[in-house]
Structures are given as C-alpha cells and as structure tokens.
C-alpha cells in the first residue's frame, strides 16, 4: 500500500491504494499551518518557511520545535507548508488532547532555542 499526498485549497490529503487497486480517500487533515519559522539554520527551513509535513512542538518546560534539525541537507516537500503534527505543550490554551487546535502557529528563537512563539500558557 502506498500513500500519496498533496494540498488542496490549503488542506493535506492523501489516498490509500491498497492492492487490487482500490483507492480509499481518507478525510482532509486539519491540521494547524506554520506560518513562518525564523529557524534558517533548520533542514526544513526555506526563506523563513517551514516544509516539514508534520512537526511535533513540546519538551516541556519549552514549547520547542522537536523537529528541528540543524543540518545543510534539505529536508521536507519543498512545494508543502509544514504543518503541526502533535504538541506536547498540555498546558497552552490552544491544546486539546495533546493536538494543536490554533488555525497557525510561529515559530522563533526565545532565549536560543527554537519556540512556538504562539504557546499560551492558560
Ligand atoms: S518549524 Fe521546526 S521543523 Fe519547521 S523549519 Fe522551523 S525549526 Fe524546522
Ligand atoms: S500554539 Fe500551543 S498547542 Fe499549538 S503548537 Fe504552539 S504550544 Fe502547541
């Protein structure tokens, strides 16, 4: 079984085909955009914009970007905005069920390290 995936009108989507040819549409993901990242040393950075499919935010205390990766290789769909895949932030008022549930997040340096600049501590 394969997965292809694409955007349209700003919403992940992706199709099972599964063997025999039989394609399933599975529901859009509704997942929150990255709006811009400041973090250019990242793989998955371009001109101030993330690419990674899916990052994962939270290390508490920090609502850092667990999917940064500080390498010269390029990395993510180069023709996709990163969304964010899960946050372990439980006590920002956007998070629900370990889910970011804002419509987009920023991401930026705070004190050195890479942060949601969207957390709210509730
Ligand atoms: S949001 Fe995270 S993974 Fe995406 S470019 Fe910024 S630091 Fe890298
Ligand atoms: S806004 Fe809050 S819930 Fe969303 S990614 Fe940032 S810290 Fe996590």
Redesign the pocket.
């Known amino acids: 079984m394969f997965w292809p995936r694409g955007v349209w009108r700003g919403r992940l989507w992706s199709v099972a085909v599964v063997p025999g040819g039989i394609a399933v549409n599975l529901p859009l993901m509704n997942m929150?955009l990255v709006n811009s990242c400041e973090a250019h040393a990242c793989a998955y950075n371009t001109d101030h914009s993330c690419h990674a499919l899916a990052i994962t935010?939270?290390n508490e205390p920090r609502?850092h970007c667990d999917t940064f990766f500080g390498d010269d290789s390029s990395g993510g769909d180069p023709v996709q905005t990163g969304h964010?895949g899960a946050?372990?932030?439980s006590d920002?008022?956007?998070?629900v069920h370990l889910?970011?549930?804002?419509p987009g997040?920023n991401v930026g340096y705070v004190e050195n390290q890479v942060d949601?600049?969207?957390?709210?501590p509730a």
Do not use: R
């Open positions: 929150p935010v939270g609502a964010v946050c372990k932030m920002c008022e956007h998070n889910e970011c549930q804002a997040i949601c600049l969207t957390y709210a």
